[in-house]
């Protein structure tokens, strides 16, 4: 019997997607489907995901040519997902090996939706060295807007139900789809709950990253619409803590020390104590900011992993 659904949209990913598969057929839950939804890539993903496909029956594929992630994530889970839960994966990420058990267990409690702990990496899986945070207790809207902790696609799980209420992700987004959708899942009361366990590790790309900074920044605004329609202001300190969360992620990924800098200064206008505190976050990424040049990758890396 399958129990969990996992969909994986596919564009340009020949390189990555089998060890994406290969982490999944080694969980250690074996009840599951996989969706692979190919997008109009222009290299060899379809013929490598149809090898992976023909290889073990628990996959299907299909095609959704160049509609978008977000369009091939909700075209399979709201019409060929067989399961009550939904799992959904990039094809560039790894799932840790008890990740789908770990999500069937905590489904148990009533809970709606739920993820994990990531693990960032470059470009060798073993060497992550910075992990995500998972809070405890319901995640809120503030916590959402200030800093998402579920951070990826890739650690979302959910009821189909309540995706299909929802009415899945805004396919005119190409950023922050995530969350805006997440922004909606708690603002119509349902509970997303993280798991204090590990489950993803996620590949930093190297290209476009101070570009895909400045764009999450402005697709994120869509999100803080949705947001203040549950009557959740937009507020200086919310926004001090999101350019925090980005500072951190630019020191993180390598991007330029400008980028960096520039976050922490408009930070620190719109509210610096919100900015500042906790001081093992806020004022280490002042100083970090500042020393950036000369900061060694390994400790930067070490040090602003969530």
């Not at 996959?59 to 040519?65: H, M, Y």
């Not at 977000?70 to 839960?85: G, K, M, V, Y």
């Not at 570009?211 to 937009?234: C, K, Q, Y």
């Amino acid at each position: 019997m399958t129990v969990i659904s996992v969909i994986i949209p596919v564009y340009n990913a020949a390189a990555t997607l089998p060890a994406t598969i290969t982490a999944l057929r080694a969980q250690s839950l074996r009840e599951w489907e996989a969706i692979l939804v190919e997008d109009g890539s222009s290299d060899e993903s379809w013929q490598v995901a149809q090898a992976l496909a023909a290889r073990d029956p628990r996959i299907t594929l299909l095609r959704n040519p160049g509609k978008g992630p977000s369009d091939a994530r909700n075209f399979a889970a709201l019409t060929i997902a067989r399961a009550e839960i939904l799992a959904f994966c990039d094809a560039d990420d790894l799932w840790m090996p008890g990740k789908l058990a770990s999500v069937m267990a905590a489904f148990a409690d009533g809970r709606h939706a739920c993820f994990g702990r990531i693990h960032f990496f470059n470009t060798d899986p073993r060497d992550s060295r910075t992990r995500s945070t998972v809070p405890s207790g319901p995640v809120s809207l503030p916590a959402l807007i200030g800093e998402n902790p579920v951070c990826t696609m890739s650690n979302l799980s959910i009821r189909r139900e309540v995706f299909a209420a929802l009415g899945g992700l805004r396919a005119d987004m190409v950023h922050n789809e995530d969350l805006e959708f997440l922004v909606r899942l708690v603002g119509h009361g349902y509970r997303l709950q993280g798991i204090d366990a590990d489950h993803v590790r996620y590949r930093m790309s190297p290209y476009g990253l101070s570009a895909d900074l400045h764009r999450m920044r402005e697709s994120r605004n869509e999100a803080l619409r949705t947001a203040a329609m549950f009557g959740v202001p937009i507020t200086p300190c919310a926004e001090a803590v999101h350019l925090r969360y980005l500072a951190r992620r630019a020191l993180r990924v390598g991007a330029p020390a400008s980028v960096t800098l520039g976050f922490v200064l408009e930070g620190l206008g719109c509210d610096a104590r919100a900015f500042l505190l906790p001081l093992h976050r806020g004022l280490a990424t002042v100083c970090a900011a500042f020393i950036n040049p000369v900061l060694p990758r390994a400790l930067r890396r070490a040090l602003f992993a969530n």
